[in-house]
């Protein structure tokens, strides 16, 4: 009964979503106050049921009701009680599901924001829940998570995919999901301001915060994502561009770009026509990556799904909620942008060249990826676009964008910062790229003097300590850039790695270690069983123990697939990766063996950008909430 329950209780917030609209903008157009405000009780109720009908989902994972279609495909009485949980966002349906509810939860969150302009918060939740009502209606009439399996009920379920059975998968999809359910927010927000027909502060002041969170969950979920990617499929790479993968970097390129426009924006009364047409195309590329995810229009590893029905049905969905922001915006945008702007002096030109690159790199990740599926439809023949492609492209737009970020920071009267600055930055650069020969000294140079160049700007820009808070939260935001940059040149172009045949007493030298491989262990886990290689990590010239890796072979229990758990010591300086391909005859294994210089600094970077984006929504909740203080005073 429970599954049939969380069923109707989904059917229950459909209808609301798709009702409570009409009532809420009668109310807005007739001045109506209390059928306006039905906004915020229609917004509870809505996320109240979407979390029942989740929890009846995600119970329905803990007791191993096989009955329930979903249960049966994705999960199995063996598997740990978490990842039972976790299976819930495992493929398509759950996930659906999971995002609905997530946006649900951010549109109630809306209506306990502090704000001034109360129709603003009606008009917002009152798009929000249209959104709602089409997300649920695609869920319910494509993709029903609740379907039975009666009369014919499995004994036991078919397992998660062995890929998805890690602590990444647990973090890491709830957490991007929470950066899509931002952009979703953000696109209601700018459509409320071209519904109202005049500039508002509130909404600016609500996109920008929100915009920081996304971004701050947008970061998270792609760096866990890498991180597990990097752990748990043994290919030791820690980005591949693939199709889904720029389908979630893709949005965080356009975010980052829209908190640049946004703080012209909010500073100088610039951008306004772009700050309000990023937050539409956010919205709009994450509907894109919904679509290659879930279509089968692309092949992936991470794919949810591969049912053309269900793309068609996203492709109406898009259109639905796409073309009449569209029209909106072409309608209302000039009537709403009409006050007048401050005059563009040479930082303000320099921020506006930054966000017109980053929009320039988002759109060629964004060519890259649309690219083969054009090319099937229009030749008939598949096309592959590699890593060559992005980083010959992306990389060169990204780096002059840091550098002019950078630069916005210095402005254009200070002469001897900017001396200072860029003679550090080219020092640096040169250095590293004459030193230590690495694979393409002129990217690596390029690459190392825009990371140090955004460090010694931001701190320039910070001078004389102690500085404001919100300058000390850009400085940490431009520093985990800079980490991470560091980070993917030393694992790119320093790396050291052999595929070579490795059994009991062999060894293989890399650079100044040598592996050796001692024996080989039969591991019996409760869902799979499998080899562990046990290798020895010893210096060169001393023999002394370094550490011991223990990669493994596992096979899976429930459904037979094979996986190949890598063996990684974590390091300040480089990561020793050890990984087991397949058995070769005797007792021997084609083994990989890796020296990844700096690969820690890649999530270590963007560890230091959520913090920034932490430090940076406090300071706003602050300001926020001491200028009310401030208004309010008066009247008492």
């Given amino acids: 009964m429970i599954p049939e329950l969380g069923h109707f209780l989904l059917i229950i917030a459909a209808m609301t979503a798709l009702l409570a609209p009409a009532v809420v903008f009668y109310g807005i157009r007739r001045g109506d106050d209390f059928y306006a405000g039905f906004s915020r009780p229609a917004s509870l109720l809505t996320a109240l049921m979407l979390t029942l009908s989740t929890a009846a989902l995600v119970w329905a994972f803990l007791t191993d009701d096989f009955s329930v279609a979903y249960v049966a495909n994705h999960s199995n009485t063996k598997l740990a009680p978490a990842y039972k949980a976790a299976a819930l966002w495992g493929s398509h349906e759950g996930s659906m599901l999971l995002w609905i509810w997530l946006m649900a939860v951010g549109t109630a969150g809306a209506g306990f924001v502090r704000c001034a302009d109360r129709l603003f918060t009606a008009r917002l939740q009152g798009l929000m829940l249209a959104v709602l009502a089409g997300f649920c209606a695609f869920l319910l009439f494509t993709s029903n998570p609740f ?23 647990i973090l890491h999809p709830p957490v991007l999901f929470m950066g899509y359910a931002g952009l979703a927010l953000m696109f209601a927000a700018m459509c409320a301001l071209l519904l109202s027909g005049r500039w508002s502060k509130t909404a600016i002041d609500f996109t920008t915060r929100l915009s920081i969170v996304t971004w701050g969950f947008l970061t998270a979920g792609n760096m866990l994502g890498s991180w597990w990617a990097y752990n748990e499929l043994g290919w030791g ?12 970097f893709i949005p965080w390129l356009t975010t980052t770009a829209l908190m640049h426009a946004l703080i012209q924006t909010r500073r100088r009364g610039q951008l306004r026509r772009l700050t309000v047409f990023l937050t539409l195309v956010g919205f709009a590329l994450c509907l894109l990556g919904t679509f290659l995810v879930r279509s089968g229009a692309m092949q992936s590893v991470h794919a949810f799904a591969t049912d053309p029905g269900r793309g068609i049905a996203l492709q109406v ?12 915006y072409c309608a209302r945008i000039e009537p ?33 990826t649309l690219y ?10 598949t096309l592959t676009v590699g890593a060559p492609y992005f980083n010959n492209f992306f990389a060169p737009m990204t780096l002059i964008a840091a550098a002019l970020a950078g630069a916005a920071q210095l402005g254009l009267r200070n002469p001897v910062r900017w001396a200072v600055c860029a003679a550090a930055s080219v020092a640096a650069g040169a250095a590293v790229a004459l030193l230590p020969d690495p694979r393409s000294p002129v990217m690596t140079g390029f690459a190392v003097a825009a990371a140090v160049w955004l460090v010694v700007t931001a701190v320039s820009h910070c001078l004389p300590f102690p500085a404001r808070r919100m300058s000390l939260a850009a400085l940490l935001a431009h520093v985990g850039i800079a980490v991470s940059i560091a980070g993917a040149v030393g694992v790119e172009q320093y790396e050291s790695e052999a595929l070579v045949r490795m059994g009991p007493g062999l060894g293989k030298p890399v650079d100044d270690v040598v592996f050796v491989y001692t024996e080989t262990r039969f591991v019996n886990n409760h869902s799979y069983f499998g080899q562990q290689g046990v290798i020895e990590v010893l210096r060169l010239d001393d023999e002394s123990l370094i550490t011991t890796l223990r ?25 020793y990766y050890v990984s087991m391909g397949n058995k070769l005859p005797d007792t021997e294994w084609l083994v990989r063996l890796s020296i990844k210089p700096l690969a820690g600094w890649i999530w270590g970077g963007g560890a230091v950008m959520i913090l920034a984006a932490l430090i940076i929504l406090f300071t706003r909740r602050r300001e926020t909430e001491t200028a009310a203080q401030e208004l309010e005073a008066p009247s008492k």
């Fill in 147 to 169: 379907l039975r399996n009666l009369p014919m009920v499995p004994p036991d379920g078919r397992d998660l995919n062995p890929i998805l059975q890690d602590i990444g998968m």
């Fill in 317 to 328: 969905l898009a259109i639905v909620l796409l073309v009449p922001a569209a029209f909106l």
């Fill in 237 to 248: 790479g820690w980005w591949f561009w693939d199709p889904v993968e720029n389908a979630s």
């Fill in 372 to 381: 083969p599926l054009g090319y099937e439809v229009f030749a008939g023949r």
């Fill in 336 to 368: 709403v942008c009409r006050t007048e702007e401050a005059p563009m002096n040479g930082s303000d030109a320099l921020m506006t060249g930054a966000v017109f690159l980053l929009m320039a790199a988002a759109f060629a990740v964004l060519f890259g």
């Fill in 551 to 575: 990669p493994e072979r596992q096979t899976f229990v429930a459904n037979g697939m094979q996986m190949s758990a890598a063996g990684i010591d974590h390091g300040f300086l480089r990561d």
